[in-house]
């Protein structure tokens, strides 16, 4: 390391600023540090930072040097007028406003656009009333069907399922019409209307019942032959499974009457309502007294001996 030349003037200078410098760092130090024995009694002890901290320091750094290069004692600000500010206790806490835990907005779903509703049928112009009767049995002849009502005109026709059928007309409000034994072969219901054949004028619909008509309540299981070939049947009741010999004419249940007696069948006739029922021959069910076996057919005649 090349050692300082005292001979020339500017060394000189930078080594006493040097020295000077260094001397004015250790006076720094130690009133930093340990101070010069003075104290303020009054000022209360901070642990933070304060203005007048920041104040006393600025004041530090900032002594004067005399012509001497000594630093004077530095004079310390008044800060006797200051005081500590206290702020109030922290912020407030605002408790959070009730609500029902439960309870929510439930978003309507978008409906698809609803169908223009259908158009009104409007009120028929003629007027049917009542038909009489209101109800007949399956597989009867045919009848006279009496509809009361207004408004008929003498070009208008009683329609049964769709199907005209032949009409008188009484006045406005009678009008009867012929129902064929074919419309009421079996059960159900048939709507009766009027109305012209053209359909510009028509009525409302009514409804014509068509009840299944009753039946013997017996089974066919044999058949007894005499010699003068009168035949009797052999019934069996299927309520109390009773065995009946009937014979041709006779009155069943007060209405069925037997009118044919055959090996294969025996025939009846509704005495009221004049409608054919058939029974065939059957094994019938077994019961205690009855015979074990279909009856022998009857004999023509009696074998001669040799």
Request: proline share 10%; aromatic share 6%; net charge neutral.
């Amino acid at each position: 390391m090349e050692l300082a030349d005292f001979s020339k003037p500017g060394e000189k200078k930078k080594l006493i600023s040097a020295a000077v410098l260094g001397v004015i760092a250790i006076i720094f130090l130690w009133w930093t540090f340990i101070g010069f024995g003075k104290s303020n009694p009054t000022a209360p002890a901070r642990t933070s930072t304060s203005p007048a901290t920041v104040g006393t320091r600025s004041s530090v750094a900032s002594r004067p040097i005399n012509d001497n290069n000594t630093p004077t004692e530095p004079q310390l600000a008044d800060i006797s007028y200051m005081q500590e500010v206290v702020l109030p206790g922290g912020a407030q806490s605002v408790p959070e406003p009730r609500r029902n835990i439960f309870a929510y907005v439930v978003k309507l779903k978008p409906t698809a656009s609803a169908t223009a509703p259908p158009t009104p049928t409007p009120t028929p112009p003629v007027l049917l009333a009542n038909i009489n009767p209101q109800s007949v049995y399956a597989r009867t002849a045919d009848f006279t069907l009496e509809l009361s009502g207004d408004k008929f005109t003498p070009d208008m026709r009683v329609f049964v399922d769709n199907r005209e059928l032949p009409t008188k007309y009484k006045g406005p409000q009678e009008m009867p019409a012929t129902i064929a034994a074919a419309i009421i072969a079996s059960p159900g219901s048939r709507q009766v209307k009027v109305q012209t054949p053209n359909g510009s004028a028509y009525s409302n619909v009514s409804q014509l019942n068509v009840m299944a008509a009753p039946t013997p309540n017996y089974s066919y299981v044999g058949i007894i032959g005499t010699r003068t070939h009168v035949d009797t049947a052999l019934l069996q009741d299927k309520n109390n499974k009773e065995i009946l010999s009937v014979q041709r004419g006779d009155l069943l249940s007060g209405r069925f009457r037997v009118t044919s007696i055959s090996e294969k069948e025996v025939v009846f006739v509704d005495a009221t309502l004049k409608i054919k029922h058939t029974l065939a021959m059957t094994e019938g069910e077994r019961v205690s007294g009855a015979p074990t076996g279909r009856p022998t057919p009857r004999v023509d005649s009696e074998d001669d001996e040799p």
